[in-house]
């Protein structure tokens, strides 16, 4: 139960608990929701002010709130910072012993914490005092690690369903940063929490301007775009530690001051890496994506990404970290097949190998799009962009356009009469009238939709979908064998004579590269 006068207590703790005057767009919504007992899912950029959403009313609910964490490093510092504001906040994990595990039992059944952050493979510890006597409220922070669909699964967060079963009135609070639809549903889902709201704050970063380039001499082309940049802070994001290192003496040689930086560094190197590039000493770092995590800079201008990354959400990231400051900075992708290939390699065996596989796949049809780049990132994040964005090479240089209404509605009435059941490849099948036996098992050659695409290439059909994919038209659902579904925009265009503009095709050969067979 929260106190009885919450509402009018909203601001005056913020105020004098944090120090701010205003709530940020959304908290407050968030805050009052959780406050009357509703499930909640949040949705919000690194630095947008999530923590603000369970930390309010957490100083607001009678008992406590524990807030699983998987960031065990950073809980202490948490902590401290929460305590400095004057907040009677803890954290529980295995680096204490049984002693100081033991005080905090006590502090909670005394009443005498408001928070308490706790590791969830900690959590069995907390029995004596996780019901509802003690606890008021629990918030699950970097949320998408309980989804195998997300892309930073951990097992220790799969029991966390237990948490709505033994405290059933009690409200859950789940907050992240990066999360696609599929892995929203689950996390709902795996936290037994159906019927949660959920708060998406915009994904829009429109200051950062997106551009892709073909990989053909890259290192040659990141050395010129360097040098056209002098004084710029910008990362160079590479796949492998080899990659960082080869990359920077390579930029080095060619008198482009840059410095390597990747996980096998030792604490010390890695924290002068880290500085030397805060303080502006160093202009580039080469790096893997263990680079950026837990770095405040907002005067990043530009990022590049020497290899394609393994999935958008962490595309995303990765490019954020430019521009925090709000003024212009430039994101550039190297795109190439190789990479792909190789990325393909790493995900195979991979208990999750098909969701990886297919957000790869989503990652290259990004990068070959011919459509405002921005909507797809933000298409993919579930926020439709009505105006094309004007800050990415395909809005600055756009390819031909032409009025492919009946296509997009013969594409998505065939999704529709397969009952959002099938892949693309059988999609195409049915459009193009194919008579394989998949397709006559199923007795597709009955439906409406059979064959009315027979004019249209293959190729072609692929390249339309993929664009409608991009506009938020349909989606992939990852985890029901890739089958082709429609979305909640899909219905303007079969049903309300929404008009679809498309691209023509440009076919642009594949290099072949050649698989190497072990
Ligand atoms: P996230 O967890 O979403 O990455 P944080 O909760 O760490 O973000 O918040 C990012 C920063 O924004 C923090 O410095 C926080 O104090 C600040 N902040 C949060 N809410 C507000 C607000 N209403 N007004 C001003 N600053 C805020
Ligand atoms: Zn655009």
Request: aromatic residues 8%; charged residues 20%; proline residues 3%.
């Amino acid at each position: 139960m929260p106190l009885p006068d919450y509402k009018n207590l909203l601001l005056p703790t913020l105020k004098k608990h944090f120090g701010y005057d205003q709530f940020r767009a959304q908290q407050q919504d968030i805050i009052e929701y959780v406050l009357e007992g509703n499930d909640a899912l949040v949705i919000m950029p690194t630095g947008g002010g999530k923590s603000m959403c369970f930390q309010v009313p957490a100083l607001l609910f009678e008992g406590l709130t524990v807030v699983v964490s998987p960031l065990i490093a950073l809980m202490k510092d948490q902590v401290d910072g929460l305590k400095a504001n004057g907040i009677h906040a803890n954290f529980y994990n295995s680096s204490q012993s049984s002693e100081e595990q033991q005080a905090i039992l006590e502090q909670v059944i005394k009443a005498e914490l408001k928070l308490l952050y706790v590791a969830p493979e900690s959590l069995a510890g907390l029995s004596n005092i996780l019901n509802e006597r003690y606890v008021s409220c629990i918030a699950i922070d970097e949320a998408h690690c309980i989804s195998s669909w997300g892309h930073d699964f951990r097992p220790s967060y799969q029991q966390l369903g237990f948490l709505k079963k033994s405290l059933p009135n009690i409200p859950i609070i789940a907050l992240t940063a990066t999360a696609d639809k599929a892995t929203r549903q689950d996390i709902l889902d795996q936290l037994k929490i159906p019927n949660a709201q959920q708060f998406i704050s915009s994904f829009d970063r429109q200051n950062i301007s997106l551009e892709v380039r073909s990989g053909t001499e890259k290192v040659k082309q990141i050395i010129s775009y360097v040098k056209k940049h002098p004084n710029e802070s910008g990362i160079i994001y590479c796949l492998s530690r080899k990659n960082t290192e080869d990359l920077a003496k390579k930029l080095n040689s060619n008198g482009v001051p840059a410095t390597a930086y990747h996980a096998g560094l030792n604490f010390n190197e890695r924290n002068r890496v880290q500085e030397d590039f805060v303080y502006d000493n160093t202009q580039v770092v080469c790096a893997t994506v263990a680079f950026g995590m837990g770095i405040d800079k907002s005067n990043v201008r530009w990022v590049i990404h020497h290899n394609m990354p393994k999935n958008i959400e962490g595309y995303y990231q990765e490019i954020g970290r430019g521009g925090r400051d709000g003024l212009q900075a430039h994101a550039l992708l190297f795109h190439s097949y190789a990479d792909v290939i190789q990325l393909r390699r790493f995900a195979s065996g991979a208990s999750n190998e098909e969701v990886q596989i297919a957000k790869l796949e989503r990652m290259k049809q990004f990068s070959e799009a011919t459509t405002c780049r921005r909507k797809i990132l933000l298409s993919y994040f579930g926020e439709l962009l009505e105006e094309n964005c004007g800050n990415c090479d395909v809005c600055k240089n756009p390819p031909q356009i032409f009025d492919g209404t009946v296509i997009a509605q013969k594409i998505l009435s065939a999704v529709y009469r397969l009952r959002e059941k099938e892949a693309i490849g059988t999609i195409l099948d049915v459009l193009r009238g194919s008579q394989n036996a998949n397709v006559l098992e199923k007795g597709y050659d009955k439906l409406k939709t059979f064959g009315i695409g027979k004019d249209v290439a293959w190729k072609d059909w692929q390249h339309f979908i993929i664009q409608l994919m991009n506009q938020g038209y349909c989606e992939i659902a990852f985890h029901k064998n890739n089958a082709l579904q429609l979305t909640e925009f899909s219905n303007n265009v079969l049903f309300k004579g929404a008009k679809v503009s498309l691209t023509r095709p440009v076919h642009i050969a594949e290099p072949k590269v050649k698989e190497r067979v072990k």
